[in-house]
């Protein structure tokens, strides 16, 4: 085929493509507004009239009731789904999935259900019903699904401030904390609140199991323009946040293939090697999690850089390896087998 003969071929597929983007656009249109009439429908894509009518008497052929009532154009109820009447716990329920939970109201997500499938054609919900009975999910242990939730989601919601007792994870009793709430995370089984707290004049995360009390205030803020909820959590192996370092660790063939998809390692790449090792390099905030995350590999990972974490990961294992000498081990459990019978064989 020449040159033009492709050419050509690509200036069809564009206006196709084109023209699909439009009528797509004329029936959105036309459903969040009755009154747009078919001199103003051309003028909004740049077409003439002659051509609008075309589009329009081509989505009638394709099956969509579109028709012109007076004082625009129209589409025929029937053509959409039914209003689903949702209350405002299935609204949640479809916003913060059921599995999120550890807890939920049942008969609420059994009503959101039966709602959702008496929406779909007969085909298709046979299809949907047989599927879910042949898929199970085993839900982890998460949070429930409380007022302390229920508060913090509305405060979000509502730009209001918070305030609460909160009981950091190195902190001995609960304080309070008066927080600006600027977004809820759902991070490694957890529930997680990013605020701006009052008392240390900064952005924090909060892990909500941890916090109790908590009231919304009639105090409103504003939400701050330069903040991103996605920047904010961007290049952190986890929750955590702290100075942003340059990461190289070595794995071994054998967890080079455990972490090839670990969402911890997401902030750099695994370069594999020829023994079938993997070199990760990447930056990383927040290395103390880190730290914690590769002590599950033993042996199989090696922390090249940075010196700060590899000096954190040889501390822990000199502190384990104290904890764990054997003439200690030995003679506790034989103190606990002769005091309370531990460890007798039935």
Not at 193 to 211: D, I, K, M
Not at 324 to 337: D, N, Q, R, S
Request: aromatic share 10%; glycine share 6%; with cysteine.
């Amino acid at each position: 085929m020449s040159l033009n003969g492709i050419s050509a071929i690509r200036l069809i597929m564009a206006e196709r493509h084109h023209r699909l983007s439009r009528l797509i656009e004329i029936i959105l249109l036309v459903r969040s507004d009755e009154h747009w009439k078919p001199g103003a429908l051309a003028e909004h894509f740049g077409i003439s009239e002659t051509r609008l009518y075309t589009d329009i008497k081509d989505l009638n052929a394709a099956g969509v009731p579109i028709s012109y009532g007076g004082t625009g154009y129209v589409i025929d109820e029937s053509f959409f789904l039914p209003a689903l009447n949702l209350t405002p716990d299935e609204v949640l329920l479809l916003l913060f999935p059921q599995g999120l939970f550890s807890r939920c109201t049942t008969a609420a997500g059994q009503c959101l259900r039966a709602k959702l499938l008496s929406c779909l054609p007969p085909q298709t919900r046979r299809f949907v019903k047989e599927a879910l009975e042949r898929t199970l999910i085993e839900e982890s242990s998460t949070p429930e699904r409380d007022v302390i939730f229920e508060n913090v989601h509305q405060a979000v919601a509502e730009r209001r401030r918070l305030l609460m007792e909160y009981r950091s994870i190195r902190a001995s009793d609960y304080e309070p904390r008066k927080v600006d709430p600027l977004g809820l995370v759902f991070r490694k089984n957890a529930w997680y609140l990013v605020a701006h707290c009052h008392r240390a004049g900064e952005f924090r995360t909060f892990r909500l199991s941890r916090a109790r009390r908590v009231a919304v205030l009639d105090e409103w803020f504003s939400y701050p323009k330069d903040f991103s909820l996605k920047e904010y959590l961007a290049g952190r192996c986890g929750i955590y946040g702290g100075d942003t370092h340059e990461v190289v660790i070595r794995f071994s063939p054998l967890a080079a293939r455990l972490v090839e998809d670990a969402p911890l390692l997401q902030n750099g790449s695994l370069l594999q090697m020829s023994d079938g090792s993997a070199i990760f390099r990447g930056q990383v905030k927040g290395i103390e999690e880190l730290g914690w995350w590769l002590l599950k590999y033993g042996e199989q990972a090696e922390v090249v850089r940075p010196l700060e974490l590899r000096r954190q990961i040889i501390e822990t294992i000199q502190r384990m390896a104290a904890l764990y000498k054997l003439p200690f081990v030995e003679h506790m459990v034989a103190e606990a087998e002769a005091d309370y019978g531990f460890f007798q064989e039935e």
